[in-house]
């Protein structure tokens, strides 16, 4: 559901979703490409994405 919610309309809450569940799955390559991609959205945005760059230390640390 959340690959169809970010074809339909990227944003950073739902790509940030995406990271995270990836992270728990354990697939780190690609969680760490959304979260950055979640970052750049933030940032477009005007978000407030702590959590993702905590996320990605979580990441590289697993990596």
């Known amino acids: 559901m959340?690959?169809?919610?970010?074809?339909?309309?990227a944003n950073y809450n739902n790509t940030d979703t995406y990271a995270a569940l990836l992270y728990k799955t354990g697939r780190?390559?690609?969680a760490w490409k959304q979260a950055k991609a979640a970052i750049l959205l933030a940032?477009?945005?005007d978000v407030s994405y702590s959590s993702t760059?905590?996320?990605?230390?979580?990441i590289v640390d697993k990596m």
Do not use: A, N, T
């Open 28 to 30: 780190y390559d690609e």
């Open 53 to 58: 760059q905590e996320l990605l230390l979580q």
């Open 2 to 9: 959340v690959k169809r919610s970010i074809e339909l309309d």
């Open 43 to 45: 940032k477009e945005e």
